[in-house]
C-alpha cells in the first residue's frame, strides 16, 4: 500500500501496489521518440514494469493497520516479514509470465536493497535490524540465484542475448526504475505538494543516459525536459481510495473496500 501525503484537514488517497506498477505499465506504453529510443524487446518489458510489484498482491489483500496513524502501513512502513515476501513472490510471477520479465523483477527486488544498483546511495540492506538479516540474505541470495541461472537460459535466445549482457541488462533495468520512481513521485505526494525532482541516468539509447526534470506547471499538469514520450501530450490515470483513520482493531480491507474510489489524471508535456 502507499498512502498518499493529503493537504491539511483531508484524508489520505490510499493506493495499492499493484495499481503503482499499473501506472508505472501506462507511462511505459507511451514511452518512445527521436531522441529515445523504443523499449526492445518490447512487449516484455511492458510486462516486467506493468507487473514489477505483483509480488506484493497477498501482503495488499490482508492490509495491515498501522497503530500510528489508523491508516493501512504505507510501503516503508509494511513490516520486514511481510516486504521480503514480496520480493521473490514478484519475481517468480515474473518469470512464470517469461524468463526475461522474471531476470528483471528479480533485478528490481536485488537493486531495492542495494542503491537500486548505483542509482540512489541509500542501501537499505546495510539498515536491515539484525533479527531480519538471515531471512533478507536468504532472499538475496536466491534472487541472485535466479539471476544467474535465467540469464545462462536466455544467453542463447537470438533476439533476447543482446538484452541479458551486462550492457543490455542495465538499459532495461534503468528504464525500469525510471518508470517505477516516476509512478511513486505521482503516488506518494499530492497534487499541489509535487515539487521538481530529478530522475538521473534515464537511458535515451544503448550507450546514452539523461538526467529528466520533472516539474509541476499547474494542477494535473507537468512538464518533463528532455520529454521522453511519443505524444507531445500523455494523459495517464492514477487511482486510489479516500481513507480517513481508522479505530485501531478496524478490519483494513473492509474499511477501504467502502471508502470511495477516486481517479486523477496526469498530464505530461513537453517544455
Not at 539484525?130 to 536466491?142: I, K, Q, T
Not at 520512481?181 to 506518494?188: A, P
Not at 530529478?198 to 520533472?214: A, K, N, S, T
Request: hydrophobic residues 35%.
Amino acid at each position: 500500500m502507499i498512502v498518499q501525503t493529503a493537504p491539511e484537514g483531508q484524508d489520505p488517497l490510499v493506493i495499492e501496489q499493484l495499481e503503482h506498477a499499473a501506472l508505472a505499465g501506462r507511462l511505459g506504453a507511451a514511452w518512445g521518440n527521436d531522441g529515445f529510443d523504443e523499449l526492445r524487446p518490447r512487449a516484455l518489458m511492458l510486462h516486467a514494469i506493468a507487473h514489477h510489484d505483483e509480488g506484493w498482491d497477498r501482503v495488499d489483500a490482508e492490509i495491515g493497520q498501522d497503530p500510528a496513524t489508523g491508516l493501512p502501513y504505507s510501503l516503508v512502513k509494511t513490516p520486514l516479514e511481510k516486504l521480503v515476501q514480496t520480493g521473490a513472490r514478484g519475481a517468480q510471477l515474473g518469470e512464470s509470465h517469461h524468463p526475461y520479465c522474471g531476470l528483471l523483477v528479480s533485478l528490481h527486488t536485488y537493486g531495492l536493497y542495494h542503491g537500486r544498483l548505483g542509482l540512489s546511495d541509500k542501501l537499505f540492506v546495510d539498515s536491515v535490524p539484525e533479527e531480519h538479516r538471515p531471512a533478507v540474505s536468504e532472499m538475496l541470495s536466491g534472487e541472485a540465484e535466479r539471476q544467474a541461472r535465467l540469464r545462462g537460459s536466455l544467453e542463447g535466445d537470438r533476439e533476447l542475448a543482446p538484452w541479458v549482457s551486462e550492457q543490455g541488462l542495465m538499459h532495461n533495468y534503468r528504464l525500469l526504475q525510471f518508470f517505477d520512481t516516476l509512478s511513486l513521485y505521482f503516488n506518494c505526494t499530492h497534487d499541489a505538494a509535487r515539487g521538481t525532482e530529478r530522475f538521473p541516468r534515464v537511458p535515451q539509447r544503448l550507450d546514452e543516459e539523461v538526467e529528466i526534470e520533472v516539474s509541476r506547471v499547474e494542477a494535473g499538469r507537468y512538464r518533463l525536459e528532455p520529454f521522453p514520450f511519443s505524444e507531445p501530450e500523455v494523459n495517464v490515470t492514477l487511482s486510489g481510495r479516500r481513507l480517513a483513520p481508522q479505530a485501531l482493531g478496524t478490519p483494513m480491507r473492509s474499511a477501504l473496500e467502502a471508502a470511495p474510489t477516486e481517479t486523477e489524471t496526469l498530464t505530461l508535456v513537453a517544455s
